[in-house]
Protein backbone atom coordinates (compact mmCIF):
# COMPACT_ATOMS: atom_id res chain seq x y z
CA UNK A 1 0.00 0.00 0.00
CA UNK A 2 1.35 3.38 -0.91
CA UNK A 3 -1.22 5.05 1.77
CA UNK A 4 -1.83 8.93 1.29
CA UNK A 5 0.10 10.52 -1.63
CA UNK A 6 0.03 14.06 -2.65
CA UNK A 7 1.53 15.59 -5.92
CA UNK A 8 3.22 18.12 -6.03
CA UNK A 9 5.57 17.91 -3.23
CA UNK A 10 6.25 21.94 -3.77
CA UNK A 11 4.59 24.84 -5.92
CA UNK A 12 5.03 28.61 -6.19
CA UNK A 13 1.93 29.90 -8.26
CA UNK A 14 1.89 33.62 -8.89
CA UNK A 15 -1.24 36.08 -7.27
CA UNK A 16 -4.56 35.33 -9.59
CA UNK A 17 -3.24 31.63 -11.22
CA UNK A 18 -4.68 28.53 -10.66
CA UNK A 19 -4.15 24.59 -9.89
CA UNK A 20 -5.04 21.64 -8.47
CA UNK A 21 -3.48 19.76 -5.73
CA UNK A 22 -3.54 16.01 -6.46
CA UNK A 23 -4.34 13.56 -3.34
CA UNK A 24 -4.73 9.62 -3.46
CA UNK A 25 -5.62 7.06 -1.46
CA UNK A 26 -5.47 3.20 -2.03
CA UNK A 27 -6.89 2.11 1.27
CA UNK A 28 -10.80 1.97 0.36
CA UNK A 29 -11.06 5.01 2.99
CA UNK A 30 -14.41 6.44 2.76
CA UNK A 31 -13.40 9.67 4.54
CA UNK A 32 -10.78 11.69 3.36
CA UNK A 33 -9.54 15.76 3.77
CA UNK A 34 -7.51 18.51 3.49
CA UNK A 35 -6.25 20.77 5.69
CA UNK A 36 -3.75 23.97 5.79
CA UNK A 37 -0.88 24.41 8.20
CA UNK A 38 0.53 27.47 9.02
CA UNK A 39 3.49 28.68 11.62
CA UNK A 40 2.11 29.08 14.99
CA UNK A 41 -1.10 27.63 14.19
CA UNK A 42 -2.67 24.11 14.31
CA UNK A 43 -3.87 22.31 11.14
CA UNK A 44 -7.40 23.81 10.19
CA UNK A 45 -9.87 21.69 7.50
CA UNK A 46 -10.39 23.11 4.67
CA UNK A 47 -12.77 20.65 2.78
CA UNK A 48 -13.89 17.14 3.49
CA UNK A 49 -15.71 14.22 1.99
CA UNK A 50 -17.49 11.01 3.46
CA UNK A 51 -17.66 9.32 0.17
CA UNK A 52 -17.68 9.32 -3.53
CA UNK A 53 -20.13 12.72 -4.79
CA UNK A 54 -20.18 13.94 -1.34
CA UNK A 55 -17.98 16.65 -0.23
CA UNK A 56 -18.80 19.38 2.62
CA UNK A 57 -16.61 22.73 4.00
CA UNK A 58 -14.74 23.27 6.41
CA UNK A 59 -13.44 25.81 8.86
CA UNK A 60 -11.47 27.80 5.76
CA UNK A 61 -13.05 26.93 2.68
CA UNK A 62 -13.07 30.27 0.77
CA UNK A 63 -11.03 30.52 -2.64
CA UNK A 64 -10.94 26.62 -2.65
CA UNK A 65 -12.56 23.99 -4.23
CA UNK A 66 -12.42 19.89 -4.08
CA UNK A 67 -14.66 17.36 -5.43
CA UNK A 68 -14.97 13.45 -5.12
CA UNK A 69 -15.75 11.55 -8.02
CA UNK A 70 -13.92 8.30 -6.93
CA UNK A 71 -13.43 7.05 -3.86
CA UNK A 72 -9.73 6.82 -4.33
CA UNK A 73 -9.24 10.54 -5.31
CA UNK A 74 -9.31 14.00 -4.07
CA UNK A 75 -8.09 16.80 -5.39
CA UNK A 76 -8.22 20.28 -4.16
CA UNK A 77 -8.31 23.32 -6.81
CA UNK A 78 -7.25 27.17 -5.79
CA UNK A 79 -9.57 29.17 -8.15
CA UNK A 80 -7.31 32.40 -8.11
CA UNK A 81 -4.12 32.13 -6.24
CA UNK A 82 -3.54 34.48 -3.33
CA UNK A 83 -0.45 35.64 -0.99
CA UNK A 84 -2.87 34.08 2.22
CA UNK A 85 -2.98 30.95 0.57
CA UNK A 86 0.84 30.16 0.89
CA UNK A 87 1.18 26.91 2.97
CA UNK A 88 1.61 23.25 4.13
CA UNK A 89 -1.61 21.08 2.27
CA UNK A 90 -1.60 17.91 4.11
CA UNK A 91 -4.51 15.57 2.79
CA UNK A 92 -5.74 12.68 5.29
CA UNK A 93 -7.82 9.80 4.89
CA UNK A 94 -9.72 7.20 7.42
CA UNK A 95 -12.31 4.93 7.59
CA UNK A 96 -15.72 5.83 8.35
CA UNK A 97 -16.62 5.99 12.21
CA UNK A 98 -15.16 8.44 15.16
CA UNK A 99 -12.38 6.13 16.27
CA UNK A 100 -10.66 5.42 13.09
CA UNK A 101 -7.02 6.77 12.52
CA UNK A 102 -6.48 9.45 10.04
CA UNK A 103 -4.00 9.11 7.66
CA UNK A 104 -1.87 11.95 6.35
CA UNK A 105 -0.23 12.31 3.52
CA UNK A 106 3.57 13.87 2.70
CA UNK A 107 2.42 17.31 2.38
CA UNK A 108 2.56 19.99 -0.64
CA UNK A 109 4.49 23.28 0.05
CA UNK A 110 2.52 26.13 -1.40
CA UNK A 111 4.09 29.43 -2.19
CA UNK A 112 1.95 32.69 -3.46
CA UNK A 113 3.92 35.39 -5.32
CA UNK B 1 -15.66 28.37 21.85
CA UNK B 2 -13.69 24.97 20.88
CA UNK B 3 -10.21 25.15 21.59
CA UNK B 4 -7.11 23.12 22.57
CA UNK B 5 -4.25 24.44 24.21
CA UNK B 6 -0.82 22.48 24.28
CA UNK B 7 1.62 23.40 26.68
CA UNK B 8 5.08 23.66 26.59
CA UNK B 9 5.53 25.65 23.00
CA UNK B 10 8.76 23.71 23.04
CA UNK B 11 11.20 21.46 25.04
CA UNK B 12 15.03 20.96 24.75
CA UNK B 13 15.83 17.60 26.81
CA UNK B 14 18.99 15.16 26.32
CA UNK B 15 18.54 11.86 24.97
CA UNK B 16 17.70 8.96 27.40
CA UNK B 17 15.71 11.57 29.79
CA UNK B 18 12.06 11.35 30.07
CA UNK B 19 9.58 14.45 29.08
CA UNK B 20 5.87 14.79 29.54
CA UNK B 21 4.29 17.11 27.18
CA UNK B 22 0.60 18.89 28.67
CA UNK B 23 -3.34 19.18 26.22
CA UNK B 24 -5.84 21.07 27.52
CA UNK B 25 -9.57 21.09 25.83
CA UNK B 26 -12.55 23.07 26.16
CA UNK B 27 -14.22 21.04 23.04
CA UNK B 28 -18.26 19.65 24.22
CA UNK B 29 -19.38 17.57 23.59
CA UNK B 30 -15.89 15.02 23.60
CA UNK B 31 -15.81 11.98 21.32
CA UNK B 32 -12.09 11.03 21.96
CA UNK B 33 -8.29 12.88 22.01
CA UNK B 34 -5.48 11.90 19.79
CA UNK B 35 -2.23 12.45 20.28
CA UNK B 36 0.10 13.12 16.81
CA UNK B 37 3.77 13.07 15.73
CA UNK B 38 4.76 15.10 13.05
CA UNK B 39 8.45 15.22 11.82
CA UNK B 40 9.39 17.91 10.21
CA UNK B 41 8.08 18.13 6.22
CA UNK B 42 6.28 15.32 7.28
CA UNK B 43 2.64 14.48 7.38
CA UNK B 44 1.27 13.74 11.32
CA UNK B 45 0.96 9.91 12.14
CA UNK B 46 -1.30 8.92 14.58
CA UNK B 47 0.01 7.57 18.57
CA UNK B 48 -3.05 7.11 20.87
CA UNK B 49 -6.58 7.74 20.38
CA UNK B 50 -8.63 7.88 23.55
CA UNK B 51 -12.51 7.94 24.24
CA UNK B 52 -13.78 9.10 27.60
CA UNK B 53 -13.86 5.45 29.08
CA UNK B 54 -9.52 5.62 28.82
CA UNK B 55 -7.21 6.83 31.38
CA UNK B 56 -4.19 5.67 29.84
CA UNK B 57 -2.52 4.10 26.39
CA UNK B 58 0.50 3.29 25.55
CA UNK B 59 1.85 2.90 22.35
CA UNK B 60 5.94 1.53 22.90
CA UNK B 61 7.65 4.46 24.45
CA UNK B 62 4.67 7.02 24.23
CA UNK B 63 2.11 6.78 27.44
CA UNK B 64 -0.78 8.79 27.04
CA UNK B 65 -3.38 9.82 29.76
CA UNK B 66 -6.34 11.10 29.63
CA UNK B 67 -8.58 12.99 32.52
CA UNK B 68 -11.87 13.84 31.00
CA UNK B 69 -13.42 15.65 34.13
CA UNK B 70 -10.79 18.15 33.75
CA UNK B 71 -10.55 18.06 30.45
CA UNK B 72 -6.46 17.26 30.21
CA UNK B 73 -4.47 14.89 28.76
CA UNK B 74 -0.86 14.52 28.75
CA UNK B 75 1.70 12.37 26.78
CA UNK B 76 4.78 10.89 28.52
CA UNK B 77 7.57 9.97 26.45
CA UNK B 78 10.14 7.79 28.24
CA UNK B 79 13.65 7.16 27.54
CA UNK B 80 13.63 9.65 24.90
CA UNK B 81 16.02 8.99 21.58
CA UNK B 82 17.32 11.73 19.14
CA UNK B 83 14.18 10.59 16.62
CA UNK B 84 11.55 11.75 19.08
CA UNK B 85 12.53 14.66 17.72
CA UNK B 86 9.41 15.93 16.60
CA UNK B 87 6.30 18.42 16.65
CA UNK B 88 3.60 16.61 18.79
CA UNK B 89 -0.11 17.22 18.42
CA UNK B 90 -3.29 17.18 20.72
CA UNK B 91 -6.10 16.33 18.45
CA UNK B 92 -9.64 16.03 20.10
CA UNK B 93 -12.72 15.62 18.61
CA UNK B 94 -15.89 16.72 18.94
CA UNK B 95 -19.30 14.60 18.92
CA UNK B 96 -20.81 15.02 15.75
CA UNK B 97 -19.66 15.01 11.98
CA UNK B 98 -16.16 14.27 10.18
CA UNK B 99 -15.59 17.74 10.00
CA UNK B 100 -15.39 18.24 14.15
CA UNK B 101 -11.66 17.48 15.12
CA UNK B 102 -9.90 20.44 16.40
CA UNK B 103 -6.13 20.50 16.36
CA UNK B 104 -3.90 22.78 18.98
CA UNK B 105 -0.50 23.94 17.91
CA UNK B 106 1.60 21.59 18.98
CA UNK B 107 4.61 21.09 20.92
CA UNK B 108 8.08 20.97 19.13
CA UNK B 109 10.58 18.78 21.15
CA UNK B 110 14.33 18.55 20.35
CA UNK B 111 15.67 15.66 21.64
CA UNK B 112 20.34 16.50 22.15
CA UNK B 113 22.64 13.97 22.19
Known amino acids: NAGVTQTPKFQVLKTGQSMTLQCAQD?????MSWYRQDPGMGLRLIHYSVGAGITDQGEVPNGYNVSRSTTEDFPLRLLSAAPSQTSVYFC????????????FGPGTRLTVL | KNQVEQSPQSLIILEGKNCTLQ??????????LRWYKQDTGRGPVSLTI?????NTKSNGRYTATLDADTKQSSLHITASQLSDSASYIC????????????FGKGTKLSVKP
Open chain 2, 23 to 32: CNYTVSPFSN
Open chain 2, 91 to 102: VVRGGGSQGNLI
Open chain 2, 50 to 54: MTFSE
Open chain 1, 92 to 103: ASSLAGGLNTQY
Open chain 1, 27 to 31: MNHEY
